[in-house]
C-alpha cells in the first residue's frame, strides 16, 4: 500500500543540471513545491507555447488573433501610443466591438501620459471598446500614483493568450525613414490551460479599475482542452507580493550550468546582485544582456554602476549595440525560461503590477537560448580593464540612440535606489565605489548643492510645497480612517433584517 501511494505521487518536474525532465519520486518534489510557493503560482501544464521575436512576430500575431475574436478581446498595456501603430490596433478593437464582440482594454495612466490624447480614448470608447484607466491620481491617496499596471497581456475568447515585453507603438516597430532599427522585444503566445490563468490575472486588474467582471464569464483550466505538453506558470505579481523576486532569487540559486539575462532596466537589489555572484563563483555561467543606450535618462548610468561586483565574481555582462533592447527574459539550464513584463530592479519585483510566464520546457529553453546567442552578436562585452574600470572589450559601433521617452515611476524609483546605494556607500565607506560609480555620485552632490542653496536663498520654495504635501497627506489619512469607520458601524449582511 505504502509503494503505490508514492507511485502515485511521481511526476514530472524540472530539476537543475539534469539531463532532462523525469519522473522523480515525492522528494523530488519538493522542487516543484519550492517554485511554486516561491512564484505564487501552479505549474500548468498541457500548453502550447510559440516564441515571438520582436514586433514583427507580435504584433502581427496579435492583430490575427484579434481578427478570429468571436466572444471576448482582453487586452492589458502599460503603453498605447497614439500614433500609426496605435492607430492600427485601435481600429481593429474597433472593428470587433461593431461585430459585438465585447473588447475590455486596460491603459496605465502615467504610462499613456503624453503617449495618447483623451480624445484618443473616447474614440475607442464611442466606438464600444470597453476602456478603463489604471490608477490615475486621487485626492485620498497622494503616493497611491506610484504603483503602475506595467502589464502587457492580450486574451481572446479565452483560448488564446500573448504575454510579452512589448507595448504599442512605433519605437517598437522603428523609423526606417531615419534609419533607427526597431526596438528588440520578446513575447510568446500560449494555448491551452494556462489561458484560464491569463484571464484571472486580468480580471484582477479590471476589478482594480471599476466593477469587476462577472464569475461566470471567466474559464476554469478544466474547462480548456490541452494543446501541447508544455507546463509553465502564469505569476500574476502585484505590489508587494514579490513573486517574481523569490522566484528569481531561487533560480539563481538553482541553476547548476547557466543562467542567462535580458533586462531593459538593470537595477539589482544586493540580495539578487549576490545571488548571481555566488552562482557565478560556484561555476555557473551567468550572463547578462543590458541597453548600451535607454530612453531613460541616467538608466544607463546606474546600471553601470552595478556592474562591477557582478564582473569581479565572474558573471559576463553584454550592452546591446542597437537603438534599445527592451525585453525582460530569462533561460537556465536548457530547460527553464521566463517572459514577461517584470525588469530586475525594485519597482518591477515590488511596486508594480506585472505579469510573467515561466516555462518547464527543454524544447522552447532551447530557442530561447539560440535567440540569446544570436543577440549576442548585436551586442558587446564589457569588462574590467587593466585598471579595473568597466569598460568595453571592443570598440562599438556607431549606433542611434532611443528616442527619450518619459519613462515611468517604475524606473525613476529603481533608479532612486540605486542613486541612495551609491550615496550611501560613499558615506559610510563600507564597500570600494567603482569609477563607474562616478558620475551617479557628481550628480548626487551637485543635486545636493543645489538643494540646499535653494533652501537658503528661497526657504519658501521649500516650506510651502512640504506643507501642501503633508497637509495633503493628512487629509487623505483622515478621509481613509472616515471611511473605515463607517464601514465598522454599517450592520453586516448576516445581521441585516430579513424581510418576510
Known sequence: MPQERVRRSRTRVWLPGRASYESVSPVRTLAEQAF????????????????????????????????????????ECYIIHEDDVGRQFAEALMEKAAQGVRVRLIYDWLGALGAASRKFWRWLQGAGVEVRCFNPPQLDSPFGWLSRDHRKVLIIDGRIGFVSGLCVGQDWVGYPEKGIEPWRDTGVEIRGPAVADLELAFAQSWAATGDPLPPETLPAREQIAPEGDVALRVI????NSA???????LIAAAARRTLWLTDAYFVGTTPYVQA???AAMDGVDVRLLVPGASDVVLMRALSRAGYRPLLEAGVRIFEWNGPMIHAKTAVADGRWARVGSSNLNIASWIGNWELDVAIEDESFARRMEEMYLEDLRSATEIVLGARRRVEPLAP?????????????????????????????AAITDH??????EARIMLFAGLLLLGLT??????????????????????LALVYRAWELHSKSEA????????KN
Do not use: C
Not at 453 to 474: K, R
Open 431 to 436: 564597500r570600494a565605489l567603482g569609477p563607474a
Open 396 to 424: 562599438r559601433r556607431k549606433k542611434r540612440r532611443p528616442r527619450i521617452g518619459h519613462g515611468s515611476t517604475s524606473r525613476a524609483a529603481a533608479g532612486m535606489v540605486r542613486i541612495g546605494n551609491v550615496v550611501e
Open 276 to 278: 548571481l555572484r555566488s
Open 236 to 239: 500574476a505579481g502585484v505590489p
Open 243 to 249: 513573486g517574481t523576486y523569490r522566484l528569481d532569487q
Open 36 to 75: 511554486s510557493r516561491a512564484a505564487g503560482a501552479p505549474l500548468v501544464t498541457g500548453n502550447r507555447v510559440r516564441l515571438l521575436k520582436d514586433a514583427a512576430e507580435n504584433y502581427p500575431a496579435w492583430l490575427d488573433a484579434i481578427a478570429s475574436a468571436t466572444r471576448t478581446v482582453h487586452f
Open 453 to 474: 542653496a535653494l533652501g537658503i536663498l528661497w526657504p519658501m520654495a521649500f516650506i510651502i510645497p512640504l506643507a501642501v504635501l503633508m497637509a495633503w497627506t493628512g
Open 491 to 498: 450592520p453586516s449582511p448576516s445581521m441585516q433584517p430579513r
